[in-house]
């Protein structure tokens, strides 16, 4: 008698996480931007933004800046060097997060985009550009790996998919509105000034982060936090692999005097890419075994299915269609507003409800294995500029879903403390998968540069979703 009366009154968990009595009845419902939560929300979303804008600006800039510096052969490391860099400062991220705690790698993160901003800003030669850009690398490393870490640590787990529909809206503004502040930026007083002024901002930014900050303090090293801990040598092999393989394409295949010197580094790149692929990555990640290597495999093969066709898209707009760079840049507007879209809708109640993660997941395979139709038929001149359109804007919906499905997994999987790996494992894997599109695509492009046609884009497209169909046979295993 006396345990059932306590038991009706003892809050519990819902289905979808949101507390609730023994009876069923719902206890108030929190909310991401309510007094309690908001010091962390608003600092986040802050963080986001700034990091969009810099995005978004900085890729805007970057042939201006390259141009500038009498360094348009240097555009590939320019383009490459922070994705090295980052793949290394994720591993780092993930263990020191473990060990410190969010707080003191968020900071670090801070400071290292700082100085990475005014050594790009300051840059004499391409040289140092190409080192800025690399510092930006192990900034943006650190910055995702913790911010996402705290974000999980200081909000109740039903609030973690509003968190990401955050993240996804607060890149909407900066992908209308970065590449014109960047524009008129350079205008008035130079493209020194777009990698200055994110700088600028870190301070107001910083202020509004610090709340939020102080309310997660520094987490004390968990007993065991080194059993396992995912080595750093593979790391920095797979990060290596990956610059042999961005400079060893257009060196082998842009009809220049160096094939040989360019075969003999994809020859290199690809031998250390497979024999520090296995080790870099949760074991088990390439076969897809159930619980989180086969979450840091969906997220790779994610990553390839929709960035091998969003990152040559404005190439193929500009080749098949003729349109203008400001035409071309509408695929970025599409991308960042029909993610957040998708997002939003993930992060319903409802929704969350009513479909688990591997469900979320599938359903946004789907929808960007179906709209990304759209951009091949588009390349191949099948169809015109708005179906094509249309058919890229079901497919980013479709990244909306799926992305933040495999994020909040990770934290579902992982213990707390080993969520720093986790996340560090599953950012490696997105990295690989960017880099893998950037390479292979990069290198048809280079082999047919002087004769780029559609069918070039086609082919390009028609594997990456490809990717998402085996990502589909891949979701049941999402859970241990």
């Not at 979450?295 to 093969?301: D, W």
């Not at 946004?364 to 099948?382: C, M, N, Q, R, W």
Request: hydrophobic content about 55%; glycine content about 12%.
């Amino acid at each position: 008698m006396t345990t059932t009366s306590h038991a009706a009154t003892e809050p519990g968990t819902g289905p979808d996480g949101i507390p609730t009595h023994a009876d069923g009845a719902r206890t108030e419902r929190e909310r991401l931007f309510s007094a309690k939560h908001l010091p962390v929300a608003a600092g986040i979303v802050a963080l986001v933004t700034l990091g969009a804008f810099e995005n978004r600006a900085t890729i805007a800039i970057l042939p201006t800046a390259a141009r500038a510096l009498d360094g348009l052969a240097w555009f590939g490391p320019a383009n490459a060097a922070p994705m090295v860099t980052f793949m290394v400062a994720v591993v780092v991220a993930g263990r020191w997060v473990d060990r410190a705690g969010a707080r003191t790698v968020l900071v670090t993160g801070l400071v290292t985009f700082v100085a990475a901003q005014l050594v790009t800003a300051a840059a004499p030669s391409m040289a140092v550009f190409v080192l800025g850009r690399a510092i930006s690398g192990v900034a943006e490393g650190l910055i995702d790996v913790s911010t996402l870490v705290f974000a999980a640590r200081a909000l109740p787990e039903h609030l973690r998919a509003k968190v990401f529909a955050t993240f996804a809206a607060a890149w909407i503004v900066p992908s209308l509105v970065g590449p014109g502040v960047a524009g008129v930026a350079e205008s008035l007083v130079g493209w020194r000034l777009v990698f200055l002024l994110p700088s600028l901002l870190v301070a107001p930014l910083f202020a509004v982060l610090l709340p939020g900050l102080r309310r997660v303090g520094s987490a004390r090293p968990a007993e065991g936090t080194d059993a396992g801990a995912a080595p750093l040598a593979p790391a920095v092999g797979l990060a290596a692999a990956v610059a042999l393989l961005s400079v060893g394409g257009p060196l082998a295949f842009d009809g220049g005097p160096h094939h040989t010197a360019g075969l003999a580094t994809l020859t290199i790149g690809s031998l250390a890419l497979v024999a520090t692929v296995r080790s870099a990555l949760p074991a088990g990640t390439l076969t897809a075994a159930r619980g989180i290597p086969a979450v840091v495999a969906l997220r790779t093969l994610l990553v390839i299915a929709f960035g091998g066709i969003g990152g040559f898209l404005p190439l193929m707009l500009d080749v098949t269609q003729g349109v203008g760079p400001a035409v071309a840049g509408i695929s970025l507007t599409i991308t960042g507003v029909f993610w957040a879209v998708g997002s939003a809708v993930h992060s319903l109640d409802a929704v969350q409800r009513r479909l688990d993660a591997a469900a979320r997941v599938r359903l946004g395979l789907t929808f960007i294995t179906v709209g990304g139709v759209g951009p091949v038929l588009l390349s191949l001149g099948i169809v015109g500029l708005v179906p094509g359109m249309v058919g890229w804007a079901l497919a980013a919906t479709g990244m909306g879903l799926a992305s933040p499905s495999l994020a909040t997994e990770i934290f579902v999987l992982a213990p707390e403390h080993e969520q720093g790996r986790a996340t560090a494992a599953s950012q490696v894997g997105a990295s690989l998968g960017s880099a893998l599109t950037t390479v292979g695509g990069g290198a048809l492009v280079a082999a047919r540069h002087d004769s780029l046609d559609g069918g070039v884009f086609a082919l390009i497209m028609g594997m990456s979703l490809a990717a998402a169909v085996i990502a589909l046979t891949v979701t049941s295993r999402m859970r241990a």
